[in-house]
């Protein structure tokens, strides 16, 4: 039997040493490195010499076979999965403790069951009974789905060979998991990636789907090696503020399908119920005539989202003013208002910003720029924005606003909301006579609409 080797490796990129250091080289990560056991095995002799299998090779123009999908029976969780599961695929859900990661996979698996699918939920982290009494606050007692409570994955793994291969198998969660020949901890390196390589591998062969639920850390990461994430087919994270009911399923990987595309729920005492319509959602509680609130049309994946961006700015004494932003990347913020500094001469450096994102959505694309510095300026200058407006495009660092992409998914999204009026880049003019279009070329076109003067 090969002697198992003392190594050290990070828990957070999965990158090996051989003694223990404070700083991953490879993430930066600080005391990530911890020790962990790992069996060595020399190459088998005469491996050069042994003939293996020939790999089946097809031409680019042989006919496509589209991968089948099973459907879960909840819209948005397949919309965020590209159309559905496909067999022999992995997938792995992240999302903080107590989001709503085991009560959407408990739905999603108690909708197939129903359906005459043959489904498994195994738990390493709640007993059977816990997990039936959240089934009956759900009103699922009555859906066939099998459940089980194991952390071996040889046990698991026997289990699901025994008898006929289920459709799809649910593991909550991987860093409960342990494979007995492996002598480290649950939910160290090695384990990990043991176990989700065996799990992945079971699902290839028998052509079953393999859910696997992540723990994340505290920079909203999950947990364990990197090179878990490019070992599943599909990542998706569950995003939300507990202050706010609402709660999205962001796919940042996707073999199968697009990647940013997000499924919208709302936390119910019944569960996690579907939002067919977001931008509503989004925008309940807007006040049009309140001055430093903005409403944006962004794009989620492929679906057009209309949120409210809210900002506060306040004269301040202090050296270092106050940066405060929920929901948008700070360092892009620092950037709009160095560009309103130097290009339109507002003075915002010696003034406290506050930025925040309605509803607990997460914004990313440089779209929102023109939102944000609409919404900063309508702040400052204590004069709200028309009525039924929707803002949209790029600022670049000379002050020039860029034209983004699928505009007139946006306006039609407004459009349909009841807006009127959009801000936006100049370019190719939209026929839509329900929309005023006004279209702005510079920073400065946008600032006389709130400092005529200037």
């Not at 099973?70 to 022999?88: H, K, M, N, Q, Y």
Request: glycine share 12%; net charge neutral.
């Amino acid at each position: 039997m090969a002697k198992p080797q003392q190594t050290f490796a990070c828990g957070s990129c999965g990158a090996v040493y051989s003694r223990w250091q404070g700083k991953c080289d490879d993430c930066g990560g600080w005391n990530t490195v911890s020790q962990h056991t790992a069996a060595v095995s020399g190459a088998p002799k005469g491996l050069s010499q042994k003939k293996g299998t020939a790999v089946s090779l097809v031409s680019l123009n042989e006919p496509i076979v589209e991968a089948p999908r099973t459907l879960s029976g909840i819209s948005e969780l397949d919309r965020a999965l590209g159309g559905g599961f496909v067999p022999g695929s992995a997938v792995l859900v992240g999302g903080d403790p107590g989001i709503g990661k085991s009560t959407l996979l408990l739905q999603a698996m108690a909708a197939l069951a129903l359906k005459g699918e043959d489904c498994i939920y195994i738990s390493g982290e709640e007993a059977t009974a816990q997990i039936q009494m959240r089934a009956n606050r759900l009103g699922l007692q009555g859906a066939p789905l099998k459940l089980g409570c194991e952390t071996s994955l040889r046990n698991i793994l026997t289990t699901l060979g025994e008898s006929n291969a289920p459709k799809a198998v649910v593991i909550d969660s991987i860093q409960t998991l342990y494979a007995d020949h492996v002598e480290s901890a649950p939910g160290t390196v090695s384990q990990v990636r043991v176990c989700a390589h065996e799990l992945i591998s079971f699902a290839k062969r028998r052509g079953i789907v393999v859910i696997l639920v992540g723990h994340v850390t505290k920079d909203g990461q999950i947990a364990g090696p990197r090179v878990l994430e490019h070992m599943v087919d599909t990542v998706l994270y569950f995003e939300g503020d507990r202050g706010h009911q609402f709660r999205i399923l962001r796919a940042v990987k996707n073999r199968f399908g697009g990647t940013d595309e997000i499924g919208v729920f709302e936390m119910t005492g019944l569960g996690l119920q579907e939002v067919t319509n977001p931008s509503e959602l989004f925008l309940a509680d807007h006040n049009v005539r309140e001055p430093g609130s903005c409403v944006f049309a962004g794009i989620e994946g492929s679906r057009p989202v209309l949120v409210e961006i809210q900002a506060l700015v306040a004269r301040s004494s202090a050296a270092n003013p106050r940066r405060a932003v929920v929901g948008w990347d700070t360092g892009r913020l620092a950037m709009v208002l160095a560009v309103l500094d130097a290009r339109a001469g507002l003075g915002l450096s010696g003034c406290d910003v506050y930025l925040n994102v309605a509803g607990g959505l997460k914004i990313s694309e440089p779209a929102a720029d023109m939102a944000v510095a609409a919404a900063l300026m309508s702040s400052l200058s204590q004069s709200a924005l028309p009525e039924e407006t929707v803002v949209f495009g790029e600022i670049s660092l000379s002050g020039d606003i860029r034209s983004v992409s699928q505009t007139d998914g946006r306006l039609k999204e407004a459009a349909k909301l009841g807006f009127s009026r959009a801000i936006m880049p100049k370019g190719k003019k939209q026929s839509r006579k329900e929309m005023q279009q006004q279209t702005v070329t510079r920073i400065g076109d946008l600032v006389t609409n709130f400092f005529p003067d200037n």
